[in-house]
C-alpha cells in the first residue's frame, strides 16, 4: 500500500506507538501492529486492531486516568 501522508513511502507490516486523548486522559499503547511507512512512520491499523486500541482507550477513560501508557495485547 502507498502512504496517503507522504504519498511516496510503500508500508510494511510493523509496530506502532498509537497515542489517543480524550479530556483530561491521555493513553498510549505500546507495540500496536500497523502498516508503517517506509519513509514518513505514518502507521495504519486495520479495523479489529482499531477497535481493541479504542477500546483499551476508552477503559482508560472511564477509570478516570490521567496518563495511561499500555502494551498492546490482542
Same mark, same amino acid.
Given at each position: 500500500?502507498?502512504?496517503?501522508?507522504?504519498?511516496?513511502?510503500?508500508?510494511?507490516?510493523?509496530?506502532?506507538?498509537?497515542?489517543?486523548?480524550?479530556?483530561?486522559?491521555?493513553?498510549?499503547?505500546?507495540?500496536?501492529? =500497523?502498516?508503517?511507512?517506509?519513509?514518513?512512520?505514518?502507521?495504519?491499523?486495520?479495523?479489529?486492531?482499531?477497535?481493541?486500541?479504542?477500546?483499551q482507550g476508552e477503559a482508560a477513560v =472511564?477509570?478516570? =486516568?490521567?496518563?495511561?501508557?499500555?502494551?498492546?495485547?490482542?
Open positions: 500500500m502507498n502512504c496517503v501522508i507522504c504519498k511516496t513511502g510503500s508500508t510494511a507490516s510493523g509496530r506502532a506507538t498509537v497515542t489517543l486523548e480524550r479530556g483530561n486522559t491521555v493513553v498510549v499503547v505500546k507495540g500496536v501492529p =500497523a502498516q508503517v511507512c517506509e519513509d514518513c512512520g505514518e502507521y495504519y491499523l486495520n479495523e479489529a486492531v482499531a477497535a481493541r486500541v479504542y477500546s =472511564a477509570r478516570h =486516568a490521567e496518563v495511561e501508557v499500555l502494551r498492546y495485547a490482542a
